[in-house]
C-alpha cells in the first residue's frame, strides 16, 4: 500500500515550538511504522510563507518578507534533524514550482466557472487568515485569538465552496473514518447542517502584495489558505509528476483542531472542483496546554524542542509526547511529567531490563546468544506476549493510539522484568546442573528485548537502533520477517553498550522571589542542574 503523511506547512511568523514539533513527531512515527510495515511512504513538511501574519512579522522585524521568511524557515528545517525527523520533502510556498501550480489550479477552477467576483462584509481575525461567522464568536472575540475581527467590506474573488457542500456531507457519510477520531467527524458534519458560504480566495493588493498574484487579475493575490493547502499537491508533483500517481490515493493529512474547517471543508471542495479523489484521511489532534491554556506563539507560553532535547534527549521526549498525549484530546505540558515518565518508563523499566538482561549474558554467556532449551510454562507466557504485543501494537498504531500502543509494549516490558526476578538467573548461574534452564531463560529474555526493539524503532529511532546493535540484528526492522518469536540465532554476538537512559534529577522548586531578576536567574540555573550526564 502507498501512504503519504502530511504536517501542517507552518506559518513562518514565529519559532518552532513544542506543538509544532508534536504534529512533526507523529508523522516521523506515522512515516516510520509505516515503511517497516512494507508500505510505500512518503513524509512531508514544510512552511507557509504568505499572507498578512508573515508580511507583519516581516516589517516588525526590519527585513523583507523574502530575507525573514528564508531565515525562518531554515529554523524550522534546522529544528527536525535533533528530533531524529526526517521528512522525504520540505515544502515551501515560496517555492517557485509551488507557486505556478497555486496559478494553474486558480485558472483551471476560474475555467469551470468556480471562480466569481463579488463584494463581501464580514469580520476578518487577522490570527486566523479567514472571515469568522458571528456564530463563532465568543463575547465578541475569536475563540482562537481571543481579539475581536475587524469589520471589513472588499471587493473580491469567491469560489463556490456551497456547490460541494451536499456532496461533501455525502462523501464524509459515506466514508467513516475520512475525518478522524470520531468526534471531529461529527463537529464537521454539524457545521455542514447550515449552509455553506462561498471561500473568498482573494485579498487586493492595496491591502496586501505578500501573496500569489491571481492568473486573472494581478490586482489580487491569492488568499493565504487557497495557496496554502495545494502545498499537498505540489510537494508530490502534481499533476504530472510520477510521485503524483504514486502518492496522491494515499493521502492523510495530520493536523490540530485548530485547522479543522480549511482541513475538512475547503480542501475537500477545492479537490472536487479540480476534479481530483479527495484525501484519504484526516487525522486530527488536541493541543498541548501550558497551565490550561493552549501553547502558542501569540500568547508567549512556549516551550522550545531544543530544550528539551538538551535536558532528556530526542528519543525520550518523542516518547513523552507520544505516550502522554491521547490522540484526539488535549494534554497538559510540564517539565515534571517530562521527567517522571523518563526516569519510570525509560531508566527505569526499560533500562533496567536491557542492561540486566545484556549483562547476564555477557557474565553468564560470554556475549552470544545462548541455546534455548525446553521451554516451561512462564518461558511460553512471557513468550506470547510478547509476540501477541506485536500484534496488538500494530494495531493501534495504525488507528494513531500512539499511546496504547505503547502501553502494550510497557506492559511487556514490566512482565520481563518480573520474570527476571521469578528466574532469578544470578541462581541459576550458580549450579552447573542448571545450565540449560539460565540459558533457556536468558534467551527467552533476548527474544523478548528483540520484539521489544522493533515496536520501538518508528517511536524512538536511535534507542531502538542502539538494542538492535546490541542484539546483534542485522537486517533493518521488518514486521513480516522478524514479528515470529524465535530469530536470534544461539551463538551470535550480544554487544552490552551504555546505559540507554540516565536518570534526571527533579526540578527543585526555586525559593520564593525576592524580586524578578533574582526569580528569572534561578530559573535559568534550574535546567543545566538537572541531567547527572555530566553537563554544567
Ligand atoms: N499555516 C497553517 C497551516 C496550513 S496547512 C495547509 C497553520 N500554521 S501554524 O503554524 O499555525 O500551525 C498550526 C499547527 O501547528 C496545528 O494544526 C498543529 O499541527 C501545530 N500546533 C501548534 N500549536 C499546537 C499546540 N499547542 N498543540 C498541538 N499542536 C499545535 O495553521
Redesign the pocket.
Known sequence: MNFYIT?????VNAQP?L??A??TIIADTVSRFQKIAGNDVRFQTGT?EHGDKIAEAAARSNETPREYVDRISRMFRETWPPLHIEPDNFIRTTDANHINTVRSILQKVHDRGDIYFSEYSGLYCKGCERFLTEKELINGNCPDHLTPPEPITEQNYFFRMSKYQEWLIGHIEQNPEFIQPERYRNEVLSFLKEPLEDLCISRPTSRLTWGIPLPFDDKFVTYV?FD??I??LTGIGYPDGPDFARYWQGAEHL??K??LK?HAIYWPTMLKSLGLEPYRKLHV?????VNDT???KSIGNVVRPADLIEECGADSVRYFLLREMSFGLDSSFSDDALINRHNSDLANDLGNLVSRSLTMVKNFCDCKVPPAGAMRDSDRELAAAATGMVAEYRKQMEVFAFHRALREVWKVIAMANRYIVNNAPWELAKEPASRERLDTVLYTLLETLRLITLTLHPVMPATATKMKDALGVESPPDFDSQAQWGRLVPAAAVTPGAPLFPRLKKATPAPAPADNRARQSSQKAARPGRTERGKP
Open positions: 504536517t501542517p506547512i507552518f506559518y515550538h506543538g509544532h508534536y504534529s507557509d489558505w496554502a493547502l502545498n499537498y493536523i490540530a485548530d485547522i480549511p489532534h488536541g493541543y498541548w496546554n493552549k501553547m502558542s
